[in-house]
Nanobody
């Protein structure tokens, strides 16, 4: 069992930056690939970024590539999402999630086993 708690969301102007954190409980954090997803009002939850359990590889949605950076610190049981050059269309609730699918990066909501409660990110124009 893994419990996830996100933090770091808030209101920022377009072009600004935010760093989201996701703290995980449990001793098996390093056994999971981790992902960030987001959900805007009236839209489906969508994949943003993922990081391998060993922290040595990452994968991004095209919409955030070059602007967002995912990382993890297994010693601190924490995964991060550094967001830069934010745009109004990045406004959403951001969720971190853990998956036991380790052989590839998963972009599908239903392949993630544990989810946090989400943190709101609002980007004003």
């Amino acid at each position: 069992q893994v419990q996830l708690v996100e933090s770091g969301g808030g209101l920022v102007q377009a072009g600004g930056s935010l760093r989201l954190s996701c703290a995980a409980s449990g001793r098996t954090f390093s056994s999971y690939n981790m992902g960030w997803f987001r959900q805007a009002p009236g839209k489906e939850r969508e994949f943003v970024a993922a990081v391998r359990w060993s922290a040595d590889n990452t994968y991004y949605a095209d919409s955030v590539k070059g602007r967002f950076t995912i990382s993890r610190d297994n010693a601190k049981n924490t995964v991060y999402l550094q967001m830069s050059s934010l745009r109004p269309e990045d406004t959403a609730i951001y969720y971190c999630a853990a998956t036991r699918v380790l052989s590839r990066f998963s972009v599908y909501v239903n392949e993630y086993d544990y989810w946090g409660q989400g943190t709101q990110v609002t980007v004003s124009s």
